[in-house]
């Protein structure tokens, strides 16, 4: 749950061990509470490097395919 003063991260490690990538999805968590509907998808490509079939620092290239939906809740104050 998300209220004005709160910090939320949205940076998640590639899932492969030996990759040094992350998922940076920020602007894309921003974008959702942004649009009218509160919901944005896409598909993200890890950037990181890992180690394969004894070749040290390949392209790690695993896609992620995400869905952000932010939902708004009217705050009772009386």
């Known amino acids: 749950?998300?209220?004005?003063?709160?910090k939320a991260f949205f940076s998640y490690p590639c899932p492969y061990g030996d990759c040094d990538g992350t998922y940076d999805l920020d602007l894309e968590a921003s974008?959702?509470?942004s649009t009218?509907?509160?919901r944005v998808t896409g598909t993200r490509e890890c950037l990181g490097a890992r180690s394969r079939e004894g070749m040290p620092k390949q392209p790690c290239g695993l896609h992620l395919?995400?869905?952000i939906t932010a939902i708004h809740e009217a705050v009772n104050t009386a």
């Open 1 to 6: 749950m998300l209220y004005p003063a709160a």
């Open 31 to 33: 974008r959702a509470m």
């Open 36 to 38: 009218s509907d509160g």
């Open 65 to 67: 395919h995400y869905t």
